[in-house]
């Protein structure tokens, strides 16, 4: 499956853990509800280098909950077709230089733009699932 195929199948119905303790990095782990293919599965999205968060949730919530994702988008662009008032931060990139978009929405409403964008899907067996969901 593609970026775009994992976004629109599996993530538009899951959990999602955000790790900030290396920040300018951020890690969402997101846990797909229920099995695909008789399979559990988590989507790791590694954002190398954010150089803009917008992140709203719930007053209750902590930054160390599972939220709930509804759906997920995420997209490769350039830097000259980012807003001018966040590519003051990407100096040292050019303008047709690659950057990421990603957005998440549901229990938290959640964008970021990145210059260094990795993911991947993981198998997870069924008791790594469980506990990932306690």
């Given at each position: 499956?593609?970026?775009?195929?994992?976004?629109?199948?599996?993530?538009?119905?899951?959990?999602?853990?955000?790790?900030?303790?290396?920040?300018?990095?951020?890690?969402?782990?997101?846990?797909?509800?229920?099995?695909?293919?008789?399979?559990?599965w988590k989507?790791?999205?590694?954002?190398?280098?954010?150089?803009?968060?917008?992140?709203?949730?719930?007053?209750?919530?902590?930054?160390?909950?599972?939220?709930?994702?509804?759906?997920?988008?995420?997209?490769?662009?350039?830097?000259?077709?980012?807003?001018?008032?966040?590519q003051h931060?990407?100096?040292?990139?050019?303008?047709?230089?690659?950057?990421?978009?990603v957005h998440?929405?549901?229990?938290?409403?959640?964008?970021?733009?990145?210059?260094?964008?990795?993911?991947?899907?993981?198998?997870?067996?069924?008791?790594?699932?469980?506990?990932?969901?306690?």
């Amino acid at each position: 499956m593609n970026l775009k195929q994992v976004c629109e199948t599996l993530l538009d119905n899951a959990d999602m853990r955000i790790d900030l303790s290396a920040f300018p990095k951020v890690t969402l782990d997101i846990l797909v509800y229920g099995t695909m293919d008789d399979k559990y599965w988590k989507a790791v999205f590694e954002c190398g280098q954010v150089v803009y968060m917008d992140a709203e949730l719930d007053d209750d919530s902590s930054s160390n909950d599972l939220f709930v994702v509804l759906e997920t988008r995420v997209k490769e662009t350039t830097k000259s077709k980012i807003t001018p008032s966040v590519q003051h931060r990407m100096n040292d990139l050019q303008d047709d230089d690659p950057v990421w978009e990603v957005h998440l929405y549901g229990g938290m409403s959640l964008t970021l733009i990145t210059t260094k964008f990795d993911w991947k899907l993981v198998e997870l067996a069924e008791s790594e699932y469980n506990l990932a969901c306690a």
